[in-house]
């Protein structure tokens, strides 16, 4: 397996921690990002630049993409400088975007006809996880793929579930969004109210993340909301498109999300206001506490 050489497409907040974990393990990588300065810490740690999508997918076993929406997502695999204009017979695709279950789909087809494996991964934890090497990653595809993937994945995912065919990786991210929508929602509303109650919020956090009101966001995002720190580990203008994408699937099953929607409406509402690339938790600021 490590011999394999590997192609990362997408060098954003948790692309750049993923790579680093792949080269530390000793797997020769060929970046692309759209921004290439933003490629340069890695490429001083080892990796290979490439200036298209095809040219750093040409010869390469694994072609992994973790891009913001998508548009980007059907342009680095369909576009004129595409993978799959390179992509060889036999290589391994792992699109790791969130991203629309459909397009997953039309993904697996597009390669198994070129002869090419095709996962979809999308994976949760943001930059945390990313950096320390415990993401969720929820995979669809074919089981004999996602085995084969298995030590890959390990480097940095510390939860790997095999979900179903083709699509299913994405279902379960949708899942997995619509949790933490309305988490989010909780998570603010109560460290709001405890400011305006005049609290020791370090004490609240203390007191309540340990029991039945407990949460990722709560004991990961609490303690960064309080110290006012609202950078990304997850963009909120990526979020209300991952939000968006599941009331589309939602609306194609006949099921109505009432929590998803308002929780769309309250992170617009900042979107609007010119906080799309702070992460999550700046939905404080909806309070205006």
């Known amino acids: 397996m490590f011999n394999k050489k590997i192609a990362f497409i997408g060098t954003g907040v948790m692309g750049t ?37 095809a040219l750093a997918s040409e010869n390469k076993d694994i072609i992994f993409t973790m891009v913001g929406f998508p548009k980007d997502v059907e342009d680095v695999y369909f576009g004129d400088d595409g993978i799959f204009k390179t992509a060889k017979k036999g290589s391994t695709l ?55 993937m298995l030590p890959i994945f390990g480097l940095f995912g510390s939860n790997i579930v095999y979900q179903g065919k083709a699509g299913s990786g994405q279902h379960t991210k949708m899942c997995n969004q619509l949790l933490i929508t309305t988490n989010m929602i909780g998570v603010c509303e109560s460290i709001a109210y405890g400011m305006k109650a005049g609290l020791d919020l370090n004490k609240v956090l203390v007191s309540v993340s340990s ?28 979020f209300i498109k991952d939000m968006k994408i599941a009331l589309e699937e939602a609306e194609k099953m006949e099921l109505d999300l009432p929590g998803l929607h308002l929780a769309k409406e309250m992170y617009e509402t900042l979107l609007n206001k010119g906080y799309g690339d702070l992460g999550t938790q700046a939905l404080i600021k909806y309070y205006n506490v």
């Open 17 to 53: 921690s993923i790579v680093k974990h792949l080269l530390k393990a000793g797997y020769e990588v060929t970046l692309y990002n759209r921004t290439k300065e933003k490629a340069i810490p890695l490429i001083d740690l080892g990796a290979t630049w490439a200036d298209t999508p």
């Open 211 to 238: 029991g039945a009101a407990g949460s990722w966001s709560l004991s990961n995002l609490g303690p960064r909301i309080l110290k006012g720190d609202l950078d990304p580990g997850f963009y909120i203008k990526h």
């Open 94 to 148: 792992i699109d790791m975007t969130t991203s629309k279950p459909s397009l997953a789909e039309k993904i697996y087809e597009a390669a198994k006809e070129k002869g090419i494996m095709s996962l979809d991964a999308p994976v949760s934890g943001g930059d945390i996880g990313a950096r320390n090497g415990t993401l969720s990653i929820m995979v669809g595809g074919d089981e004999e793929v996602f085995k084969e």
